[in-house]
């Protein structure tokens, strides 16, 4: 009897066993395969859902759900499963929530990060390209969503730095509006946008109650790529691509694979020739020849013409377009004509470079620095635009800007501009927004400002360029983008 039950005991612990080396078995097969270890150097580890560490190397298979570690000396770089590269440089813990890839569901894709301390670099992949809303990397503070982008996160539990070496992103801080359970960028008012055409600035989140505050090149001492440098086996950024798309054809956000007469301006196109000033040649008519007939007595006083004097006539040609705009193709409706948003790198060139973007909108404007004016105000008049009221992702009607203003006090660095967006069946929305104008001539609403604005000066600060977005009652909210001259 004793030998029955002993016989028993050990086939039911066996089956016990066996249960649970199976369900560990499907556990470890339903977790997505993230991607491999490309490089690694230095005190480099990985952490299992257990809590358990084991040291890394070369070739090794990265999971969802695994949390890299490194320490002072250590750098992790990881060729993802779409062909994304993320690095994890030292003292840094890079947690993979999720990430799956459905190459033939784009929409299924979700990719999910959450850089619990240090630094990271992070350049989308297949997945992220086609569902940028089911992107996130989350930090203590803050949350960031891309645009197809090439950008490195500093984090710590008090502070979040991102810079953008191509492409874009919004970044906003984790509150009521911006769950860190959520996919995506978060539409806020304390969302930021950064592009690439701020090169070498960064944005800054210090606390969840304020929005990111942007840092401008010369004053960018704490850059996360100064506090800890790339390897030099990190694919590297060259000039031309600071203003472009880094990313393969396969790997853009920005950038879509479409003709260039769908295009609503051919951005490759450089701007057209200005002719030169035509002046009307001055015209003297001929003097006339007035016989003098001499009478025996009488002499006949002369004739004084008096030449006809034509005043030049100058014609002004209109200024040349240095700003261009579209919307991202979810925003695109079946048969219409309106133009799907793209950047330079469509074309192969390098004529144009990112100016802003939210939502709905891209923009871009020609390549090169502005200069500014040390003072005065001067005042802009609206030359283009396009708006919309929009309801859960949908247009519902087009709206028109009228009372347009534009000031910009250079001496002050400060913008000031106001109108009205009127749309069949809306009531009237007034929009008034004002805010800094960087060293750069980037355009920067204030702080919890209910329009959030971004955009910029053409590079001789004749022209003006900025999208806007803003949440009405109803659900409802407003998209535009805007071009001023002066």
Excluded at 116 to 135: D, F, H, L
Aim: charged share 15%; aromatic share 6%.
């Amino acid at each position: 009897m004793m030998q029955r039950k002993s016989t028993f005991v050990t086939i039911w612990t066996q089956l016990l066993a066996s249960l649970v080396l199976a369900g560990c078995a499907s556990t470890l097969l339903a977790a997505d395969r993230a991607g491999a270890v490309s490089f690694v150097i230095g005190d480099a580890r990985v952490q299992n859902a257990a809590g358990e560490l084991r040291t890394l190397a070369r070739g090794d298979a990265i999971d969802a759900g695994q949390v890299l570690v490194t320490g002072v000396s250590g750098h992790i770089h990881l060729q993802m499963v779409d062909g994304a590269f993320v690095s994890v440089r030292p003292q840094s813990r890079l947690r993979i929530e999720d990430y799956h890839y459905d190459a033939q569901t784009p929409g299924n894709n979700r990719i999910k990060f959450l850089l619990e301390e240090g630094v990271a670099r992070s350049i989308t992949g297949k997945a992220g390209a086609a569902a940028k809303q089911n992107y996130r990397l989350n930090t203590p503070l803050a949350a960031i969503g891309i645009r197809g982008t090439d950008f490195v996160v500093q984090t710590s539990a008090q502070i979040t730095r991102v810079t953008v070496q191509s492409g874009a992103i919004d970044m906003a801080p984790l509150a009521g509006d911006c769950l860190a359970s959520s996919f995506g960028p978060c539409s806020s008012a304390t969302t930021r946008v950064l592009t690439a055409a701020m090169r070498n600035a960064y944005l800054e989140l210090r606390s969840r109650n304020e929005a990111p505050l942007l840092v401008p090149a010369e004053k960018a001492l704490d850059s996360p790529n100064l506090q800890s440098p790339p390897r030099p086996e990190e694919p590297r950024v060259s000039a031309d691509k600071v203003n472009k798309s880094a990313m393969s054809s396969d790997t853009r956000d920005a950038v879509r694979d479409v003709a260039a007469d769908t295009i609503k301006t051919k951005v490759d196109a450089a701007p057209p020739p200005v002719p030169q000033a035509f002046v009307a040649p001055v015209v003297t008519p001929p003097v006339a020849v007035v016989e003098v007939v001499v009478a025996p007595v009488v002499v006949a006083p002369p004739v004084v013409v008096t030449p006809v004097v034509v005043t030049p006539v100058v014609v002004v040609p209109p200024p040349a377009t240095q700003f261009w705009w579209g919307r991202w193709s979810k925003y695109i409706r079946a048969g219409e004509e309106s133009k799907e948003f793209v950047t330079a790198t469509a074309y192969g060139t390098s004529k144009v470079e990112l100016a802003g973007g939210n939502d709905v909108f891209g923009m871009t404007r020609s390549v090169g620095d502005v200069v500014m004016p040390g003072s005065g105000i001067a005042k802009f008049q609206l030359a283009d635009s396009e708006a919309y009221f929009m309801s859960n992702s949908a247009i519902v009607t087009a709206a028109q800007l009228s009372g347009a203003s534009l000031t910009i006090d250079f001496g002050g660095r400060r913008y000031d501009t106001a109108f009205t967006l009127n749309g069949s069946g809306q009531a009237a929305v007034p929009i008034q927004s004002s805010g800094q104008v960087t060293f750069q001539g980037q355009l920067l609403n204030d702080l919890n400002a209910a329009t959030v604005l971004s955009g910029s000066l053409s590079k001789d600060a004749s022209q003006a360029g900025f999208v806007f977005q803003r949440a009405l009652d109803g659900g409802l909210s407003v998209f535009g983008a805007t071009r001023w001259t002066r």
